[in-house]
């Protein structure tokens, strides 16, 4: 007795799905969620079923007096156990206090899951735009349910 086709199509379709690895977006140091951060794809290695980004404010890498903060991206692949480790490495300095030089990390798990990062100038400015849109329309439909 022959599988039905369907079968045969779902099998083919997880042993594709099997074979792909996770892709994350990977960058160093960047001072900015643009450019290399957002076009450079890289596809992890067996082991590695987690995107990582990596934020931090601070001073340029060497010392000047009345020196500019600015942000510092990295983002690459990892596993689990290399995220919780950089997180609780990273806790305590997770402050965001604008004068003070601070580092976080997040997660994420899937496919280019690591596009945004937060407290990135351009995130936190479309996130006030989105946030924006979103009270405007929820006014808009209050006026329309209420008339």
Known sequence: MEPPFVLLIIAA??????????????????DA??????????TCEPGDDMCL???????VPYWSQGAE???YISKRCANNNTCVRTRNKYMGLCTHI?????????????DRCNY????????????????????????????????
């Open 116 to 147: 945004y990062v937060f407290l990135s100038g351009s995130l936190a400015q479309s996130s006030a735009v989105v946030l924006g849109l979103c009270a405007a329309s929820v006014v808009a439909m209050g006026q329309l349910l209420w008339t």
């Open 53 to 59: 980004s990596e934020t931090s404010w601070g001073s």
């Open 13 to 30: 379709f997880c042993a594709i799905e099997c074979a792909h690895g996770l892709e994350c977006y990977v960058c160093t140091n960047q």
């Open 98 to 110: 604008w004068y003070e030089d601070w580092k976080c990390s997040d997660c994420c798990r899937g």
């Open 33 to 42: 969620n643009l450019g290399k951060c957002l076009q450079t794809i890289k």
């Open 69 to 71: 903060k600015q942000y």
